[in-house]
């Protein structure tokens, strides 16, 4: 069985206080965007799509190269592989779900990388301890 792989981007923005992150929280759980890769979909194509289906941010800079993380598998295998860029684009437009015609997540919200790790899971935090650890932040 092929193993599912959803794409994202931690999309960062260099603020007065230091950068911030976007998270998106659907239900209970906030998480980077991020979505599955359509068959044949490369996956830095994959996570640019989402990012703009799920945000309208459109002006990614991928400044620290195409390096990524995965995490382990997830909710039935799924494994998340998480770019890094920036932008400089402040306002979110969460998009619909092209599945449902209705918004996938509830909120948004820039946060510090501080309050991205204690608004993740563990799977999330290992993430922001990454990009963290690449911007040196």
Do not use: N
């Not at 981007?9 to 998480?31: E, M, N, P, Q, Y």
């Amino acid at each position: 069985m092929e193993q599912k792989l959803s794409c994202g981007v931690v999309v960062v923005r260099k603020t007065d206080d230091g950068w911030v992150s976007i998270l998106l929280r659907a239900f209970h759980h906030w998480d980077f965007p991020k979505g599955i890769r359509e068959p044949g979909e490369e996956p830095m194509h994959a996570a640019l799509r989402e990012v703009q289906e799920e945000t309208g941010i459109d002006d990614l800079a991928f400044d620290w190269g195409d390096r990524y993380f995965e995490t382990g598998p997830y909710s039935k295998g799924k494994v998340a592989r998480y770019y890094l860029a920036s932008t400089a684009q402040v306002e979110i437009v969460m998009g619909d779900s092209p599945e449902t015609g209705e918004p996938e997540h509830h909120e948004w919200r820039w946060v510090s990388f501080d309050e991205a790790y204690d608004l993740g899971s563990p799977r999330v935090r290992g993430i922001v301890q990454w990009a963290r650890q690449i911007i040196g932040a």
